[in-house]
C-alpha cells in the first residue's frame, strides 16, 4: 500500500518537472497562445431547465432557451457559459406568459415546444431551428452560432447565420431608405446625422434590429436586441444565407412567430411597447422652418394660416429662439416676452413645440451647464476626461442620459417651459451628432443605469434615453396632461416616448416615394407615429411636389411641414393657387378624419396593431404583393395610394381582396386586382373598405376650436360582416388609463334587401355632443323605411344615392330596409 502511495507521488513529481522543464525550454511564452479565430458551437451535450429557462452547454459554450408567450422564444450565447447580467433598454420587462411548454430529448435532437411553436438544437452540431406545430421549419441556422474575441475591446463579436430560401422576402429594420423588401440588402444598425441622405444610404438616423421573413406565405420575426454597431445581410453576400451579427455585447434573439406579419409585429410590441395615447392636437397639422424668428415673423405665419382659413395646432421653435443656442434659454432680442407671446398663439389654437439639443455649451456662467458639471451629469472620456464636441452653441459638453439621475434632472430643467405654456419638445442632434467628429468617441464611458459601458454600447440608445428624460420630465410637470415628444435617434422601443420624423430629406420626387417607403417600415418596425418633413428640409419644391407631399402627409401619422433657412418659404400658402386651395382641402380633410385616425391610434396603443399597413401585411400569400411599396392602409379600412411623379394624371392602384369604395366618387370596386384611377392634381386615390363605419368630426382651424355637436358616421354598404371601431376620450389627459374612455364598435351587415348597423360600447367616458348624422353610401336598393332601435326615421336621399338622417348617439340598432 505504502509503495504504491509512493510510486504514485514519484510519477506526479516527474510529470510536473516535465512540465515545467517543457515550459522553461520557450523561447518566447506567447508561442503557446492559439491564435484568435471565430469559434463556433461544438455538440450540445446536456441539457437544464429552470422554470421556463432551458440551458444547452458543449461543456464551453452555453445556450439559453427562453419561452417567453406561446408565440416568442428567446435565444442567449454565452461564449465560455456566463451570461451578461440581464437588461435591456428595449424590453423593460420580460414576462413570462407563455401557458404550456416542454422540454423533449430524442436521440437526433432537443426540443423546446410551446402549444406554437418548436425550437429545435440538434444534436449533431447545435444548429438551432424553428417550426410552427405542424412541425414547418421556419428558421433554421445555417451555421451554428459563433463569435470572436476582441482584443482591443474586450467581450466578442458575435454571429448568427440562417438559412435564407428563393422566395424568401424581408421587411423592417426602421428607417432604412431603400426598397421596402429587403432581399439582396446588406445594412448597418449605427444612428447617424445624415444630412440630405440619398437613396440606400445607410446607416441613418435610428437603430431598430427587427426585421420580419415572409416565406411561403408564414411571417416570423426576428429582434436581435443588441445595442452596439449591428450587421444584417439579407442574403448579399450569399442568396442562401442571411446572418445578422453586432461588433460587441452578447448574441440575443428574440424569435417571434406568427403566422400572419401582424401577429409578428403585434407580439413585437408586446415586447417593446406602444406609442402612448397623443394629446389629439398633435394628429393635427404642425409648421415648422429653421427658423422662425424674431417674434413677429411667428406671429405673422399664425396669422398667415388664420387669414388662409388652413387648419393647424403646432408651430414650432428651431435653435433661433435660445440665447446663443444655449438649451433652456431665450433669445430675448429675438422674443422679449415668450410667456405673452405662447399665450397669445394659445389663443389663435396654437400649441408652440420647441427644440432641444443634447449639447451643452461649456460655460460657467449658464445655469444648465454648472449645475451639469457640479453634479458630474456630463459624459467622460475613458481617462476621465469630459467628453468635449463642437454643436450649435460652440464647444459642448454632453449629458449622460443612460444615468438614470441625469434624465431625472433632464426632465426637471422643462419645469420654465412648461410654466411659459410650451405643449412640446423636439429632440434633434441626438445620434448624438457631434460637428466635425460625427459622433462621441468609442472610448466615452456610459453609466448605463447601472450596467456600465462604452459609447460602443450606449451609442445606439443615447437618443432614445435623452426623449425618454424629456418625456417622463414633461409627464411629471405637466400634471395630468399628455405631453408631445419628436425625436430623431432612438432604438427599439423609443416609441414608448416619442414620435419620429425620417430626418433631414430633400424636397425631390425621389424623396416622396422614399418617405412613403419610410414612413411604411417605421410602422411595420414598431414606430407608427411617424412623419416626413413635408416639402423636403433642403432644395426647393415647386408648387406641385408640395402638394402631392401635403397630400400623401394627409395620411401620415405625424404631419409636419419643415424646411432648411437657406430655402424659401413653404407654407400651405406659398405657391399660390390652384395649390393653396388643393393644400387647405387635404388639410382639411385630415381634421374631417381625426376621429378615424385617432381611433387607429387607439388600436395601435392598446393593442399592438400598427397604424400604416404596406400591402404585403394585408396579402403576404401573393408574392407579387411583396415587392409593391406604393400602397398603404391607414388603419385597416382606408386605403391610400400617393402620387409620386410629376405631371401623373393616372396611375394603377392594387386593392387587397374584397370590396372597396372609391372615396371621392362612391363607385364600388372588387379587389385582389390593379385598377387604374384619374389622378389630376386635386386628388389622390384613397379607397375605403366596404362595411367601414368612418366617423367624420366638422373641419376646424384646430382641434377644440369649437364644440363638436354631431359626428357624421360614413357607412359603406357590405353585404358581408364587418367590424369598426370609434374611440372617445378627453384627448388630452391620462384618465384613459384609468378606463374613462368609450370604445365603440360598429357591426355592419347588408343582405338584398336590408342593412343592419349594431353599436356596442365600453368605457366610462360620455362625449358632449348627443346626436350622430348617418351617411350610408352603396346602397344597392331605394329603402322604404328605417328603423332606429325599432323607432320610425326620417331620412333623405342626395344626388350621389347616399342616404342621410339623424338619431342618438347611444342606439343599439340600426335597420335600412328595402
Not at 423588401?181 to 444630412?195: M, V
Not at 441613418?204 to 426576428?222: C, D, K, M, Q, T
Not at 374613462?740 to 360598429?746: A, D, M
Amino acid at each position: 500500500m505504502e509503495d504504491n502511495i509512493l510510486n504514485q507521488e514519484l510519477l506526479a513529481n516527474r510529470l510536473i518537472e516535465e512540465e515545467e522543464e517543457e515550459f522553461h525550454h520557450l523561447n518566447n511564452p506567447a508561442d503557446g497562445i492559439k491564435p484568435i479565430i471565430k469559434k463556433y458551437l461544438g455538440v450540445p451535450n446536456h441539457a437544464d431547465q429552470l422554470d421556463n429557462k432551458f440551458f444547452f452547454t458543449d461543456g464551453d459554450a452555453k445556450v439559453e432557451v427562453t419561452v417567453v408567450t406561446d408565440e416568442i422564444i428567446r435565444v442567449r450565447l454565452a461564449p465560455h457559459g456566463v451570461f451578461l447580467e440581464e437588461f435591456s433598454y428595449a424590453v423593460p420587462k420580460l414576462e413570462h406568459k407563455a401557458t404550456v411548454f416542454a422540454l423533449h430529448e430524442d436521440e437526433n435532437e432537443f426540443r423546446v415546444s410551446t402549444s406554437v411553436v418548436n425550437c429545435h438544437i440538434r444534436k449533431d452540431d447545435f444548429f438551432i431551428s424553428f417550426s410552427d406545430i405542424q412541425n414547418h421549419i421556419t428558421s433554421a441556422d445555417a451555421v451554428p452560432m459563433h463569435w470572436e474575441e476582441n482584443v482591443k475591446f474586450g467581450g466578442y463579436y458575435v454571429y448568427c447565420t440562417k438559412t435564407c430560401a428563393s422566395q424568401e422576402s424581408f421587411f423592417g429594420l426602421g428607417d432604412k431608405p431603400t426598397e421596402l423588401n429587403l432581399r439582396g440588402k446588406r445594412l448597418k444598425n449605427w444612428n447617424t446625422d445624415a444630412y440630405s441622405f440619398a437613396w440606400n444610404q445607410d446607416p441613418l438616423y435610428r437603430s431598430i434590429p427587427f426585421y420580419i421573413s415572409v416565406n411561403e406565405g408564414i411571417a416570423h420575426g426576428i429582434f436581435f436586441d443588441n445595442t452596439f454597431k449591428a450587421h444584417f445581410d439579407f442574403g448579399a453576400e450569399d442568396p442562401t444565407k442571411t446572418s445578422f451579427w453586432a461588433d460587441g455585447g452578447e448574441l440575443q434573439y428574440y424569435y417571434i412567430h406568427g403566422p400572419h406579419m401582424m401577429d409578428v409585429v403585434k407580439s413585437y410590441h408586446l415586447l417593446t411597447g406602444t406609442h402612448p395615447m397623443p394629446p389629439l392636437w398633435a394628429l393635427g397639422y404642425h409648421q415648422c422652418r429653421w427658423s422662425y424668428y424674431p417674434e413677429a415673423k411667428v406671429k405673422k405665419i399664425a396669422n398667415g394660416f388664420r387669414e388662409n382659413k388652413i387648419p393647424c395646432d403646432g408651430i414650432y421653435l428651431d435653435i433661433d429662439y435660445m440665447d446663443g443656442y444655449r438649451c433652456f434659454t431665450w433669445n430675448r432680442k429675438y422674443f422679449p416676452d415668450p410667456k405673452k407671446m405662447i399665450k397669445e398663439l394659445a389663443a389663435d389654437g396654437f400649441k408652440t413645440v420647441v427644440i432641444i439639443d443634447p449639447g451643452i455649451r461649456v460655460d460657467d456662467n449658464y445655469s444648465v451647464f454648472k449645475e451639469g458639471k457640479e453634479n458630474r451629469y456630463f459624459c467622460r472620456r475613458c481617462d476621465d476626461y469630459f467628453m468635449e464636441g463642437h454643436v450649435w452653441p460652440g464647444r459642448c459638453q454632453f449629458p449622460d442620459f443612460t444615468n438614470p439621475d441625469v434624465r431625472t434632472w433632464w426632465g426637471g430643467l422643462f419645469d420654465e417651459l412648461v410654466q411659459l405654456g410650451v405643449a412640446g419638445v423636439w429632440n434633434d442632434m441626438n445620434e448624438p451628432a457631434v460637428f466635425g467628429a460625427g459622433t462621441f468617441p468609442d472610448d466615452v464611458r456610459h453609466q448605463y443605469d447601472g450596467f456600465r459601458g462604452s459609447h460602443r454600447k450606449a451609442h445606439n440608445v443615447y437618443g432614445m434615453q435623452m426623449v425618454r428624460a424629456t418625456y417622463e420630465g414633461l409627464r411629471k410637470l405637466m400634471k395630468n396632461k399628455r405631453p408631445f415628444t419628436i425625436t430623431r435617434a432612438g432604438y427599439s422601443g423609443v416609441q414608448r416616448y416619442s414620435s419620429v420624423w425620417t430626418g433631414d430629406n430633400v424636397a425631390s420626387w425621389e424623396h416622396l416615394k422614399l418617405g412613403n417607403i419610410q414612413m411604411q417600415r417605421l410602422s411595420t418596425s414598431g414606430i407608427s407615429f411617424c412623419g416626413t418633413d413635408i416639402g423636403g428640409f433642403s432644395g426647393e419644391p415647386d408648387g406641385e411636389l408640395f402638394t402631392r407631399w401635403i397630400q400623401m402627409g394627409t395620411f401620415s401619422p405625424f404631419m409636419r411641414a419643415h424646411s432648411a433657412g437657406d430655402t424659401k418659404e413653404r407654407e400651405p400658402w406659398s405657391f399660390g393657387a390652384p395649390f393653396t386651395a388643393i393644400n387647405r382641402k387635404f388639410i382639411e380633410l385630415r381634421y374631417r378624419m381625426l376621429p378615424y385616425l385617432y381611433s387607429t391610434f387607439w388600436e395601435h396603443h392598446r393593442y399592438g396593431f400598427p397604424i400604416l399597413r404596406s400591402i404585403v401585411m394585408q396579402e403576404q400569400d401573393e408574392i407579387s404583393n411583396h415587392f409593391r411599396q406604393d400602397e398603404f392602409t391607414y388603419g385597416d379600412k382606408i386605403l391610400i395610394c400617393p402620387v409620386l411623379e410629376p405631371g401623373q394624371q393616372s396611375r394603377k392602384v392594387y386593392l387587397p381582396k374584397g370590396k372597396w369604395y372609391n372615396f371621392w366618387t362612391y363607385e364600388m370596386v372588387d379587389g385582389g386586382k390593379e385598377v387604374t384611377v384619374p389622378t389630376p392634381l386635386e386628388t389622390i386615390p384613397i379607397f375605403v373598405k366596404a362595411g367601414s363605419v368612418i366617423p367624420e368630426y366638422p373641419v376646424m382651424q384646430y382641434v377644440g376650436e369649437k364644440e363638436i355637436e354631431e359626428v357624421k358616421l360614413n357607412i359603406y354598404y357590405s353585404n358581408y360582416e364587418v367590424n369598426s371601431f370609434l374611440f372617445e376620450d378627453y384627448g388630452e389627459t391620462f384618465a384613459y388609463e384609468q378606463d374613462i374612455y368609450l370604445e365603440k364598435k360598429f357591426v355592419v351587415s347588408g343582405k338584398s334587401t336590408v342593412l343592419t348597423v349594431q353599436q356596442s360600447m365600453e368605457g366610462l367616458y360620455t362625449p358632449r355632443y348627443e346626436s350622430y348624422y348617418f351617411n350610408v353610401i352603396g346602397l344597392p336598393f331605394a329603402p322604404t323605411k328605417i328603423l332606429a332601435d325599432g323607432k320610425d326615421v326620417p331620412y333623405s336621399i342626395d344626388e350621389n344615392k347616399c342616404v342621410e338622417f339623424k338619431f342618438t348617439k347611444n342606439f343599439k340598432q340600426i335597420e335600412i330596409v328595402k
